[in-house]
T-cell receptor, first 114, second 112 residues
C-alpha cells in the first residue's frame, strides 16, 4: 500500500458526460501528479500540482482539468468524454516536486466510456 | 487482472535465474531515470532510480545501469522469484520538468 488513495476504483459512463476522479496523497506529500494509462499510449503524464498550484503540464487535453485543494487532495475533471478516454487514471504523490523525489502511485481509477 | 498494455515485449526466465530488462530512451536532456514495477490491477511501484551523473546503482537484488552514450538503461534482477512477475517500466525525467516520461514496458514472466 503506497498510502495514496484514489476514488472511485471503477467508473462507467457515456460519451459526452463529465466525471471527477479524486486523489488523496500520502500524508505529508505536497505534490500530486496525474497520469493516464491506455492500451495504445501507455503511461502518460497529464499534470502536476504542488501545494495547491499547478506546477507542470504534460499531455493533458483541454477537456481535462485538475485542481489541488487546501487539504492537498486533488481532483481530475474529465468532460465531453469520448470513447478514447477509456483508460486507467493514476494519481501519484511526492514530498516535494523536484527531480529525485520518489513518486508513490495510487491504485488507479478505471474509466470506461461507452 | 487488468491488462496494462497489448503487444508488450515479454521476457520469460526461470525462477532463480537473473533477469535483464532493457530500455532505450530518446531525450538526451533527461537527467533522472527510474524503474517501476506494475503488477496486475495495481499502480506502478518504485524499484530503483539513478541520476545521469552515475552509470550504475545497486539496490536489494536489483541493479540499474545507465549508458548515456547510447541512451540505454537496464534493470538487472538477481535470483528472480515468482513475485517478480510483473510489467516493468523505465521512466525518465528532464531536468526542470516534473512529470515522468514512461517507456512502453516489458512483461517479465517467471517460469517455475
Amino acid at each position: 500500500d503506497s498510502g495514496v488513495t484514489q476514488t472511485p476504483k471503477h467508473l462507467i459512463t457515456a460519451t459526452g458526460q463529465r466525471v471527477t476522479l479524486r486523489c488523496s496523497p500520502r500524508s505529508g506529500d505536497l505534490s500530486v501528479y496525474w497520469y493516464q494509462q491506455s492500451l495504445d499510449q501507455g503511461l502518460q503524464f497529464l499534470i502536476q500540482y504542488y501545494n495547491g498550484e499547478e506546477r507542470a503540464k504534460g499531455n493533458i487535453l483541454e477537456r481535462f482539468s485538475a485542481q489541488q485543494f487546501p487539504d492537498l487532495h486533488s481532483e481530475l475533471n474529465l468532460s465531453s468524454l469520448e470513447l478514447g478516454d477509456s483508460a486507467l487514471y493514476f494519481c501519484a504523490s511526492s514530498v516535494g516536486g523536484t527531480t529525485g523525489d520518489e513518486q508513490f502511485f495510487g491504485p488507479g481509477t478505471r474509466l470506461t466510456v461507452l | 487482472g487488468e491488462s496494462v498494455g497489448l503487444h508488450l515485449p515479454t521476457l520469460s526466465v526461470q525462477e532463480g535465474d537473473n533477469s535483464i530488462i532493457n530500455c532505450a530512451y530518446s531525450n538526451s536532456a533527461s537527467d533522472y531515470f527510474i524503474w517501476y514495477k506494475q503488477e496486475s490491477g495495481k499502480g506502478p511501484q518504485f524499484i530503483i532510480d539513478i541520476r545521469s551523473n552515475m552509470d550504475k546503482r545497486q539496490g536489494q537484488r536489483v541493479t540499474v545501469l545507465l549508458n548515456k552514450t547510447v541512451k540505454h538503461l537496464s534493470l538487472q534482477i538477481a535470483a528472480t522469484q515468482p513475485g517478480d512477475s510483473a510489467v516493468y517500466f523505465c521512466a525518465e525525467r528532464e531536468g526542470g520538468a516534473d512529470g515522468l516520461t514512461f517507456g512502453k514496458g516489458t512483461h517479465l514472466i517467471i517460469q517455475p
